[in-house]
């Protein structure tokens, strides 16, 4: 979980984002972990199509 709020604070710090309350905090960590998660199956989704296309 460190690491999920570190991410957190990483971006909130970087976009300038003001400093939300922690059940904000928390919510906005967990948002931002399902937007990594959706990104590495996208990711992980076009590989594959990829790989099967140029396999095939």
Sequence with gaps: MRLLE???SAFIN???ITQP???T???A???ILGLLV???LIVA???VVL???MHT
Aim: cysteine-free; charged content about 15%; hydrophobic content about 45%.
């Design 6 to 8: 570190a991410l957190a």
């Design 14 to 16: 970087t976009f300038g």
């Design 21 to 23: 309350s922690e059940q």
């Design 25 to 27: 905090r928390q919510r």
């Design 29 to 31: 960590s967990w948002f």
């Design 38 to 40: 959706v990104a590495l």
């Design 45 to 47: 989704g076009i590989a």
């Design 51 to 53: 790989y099967r296309t």
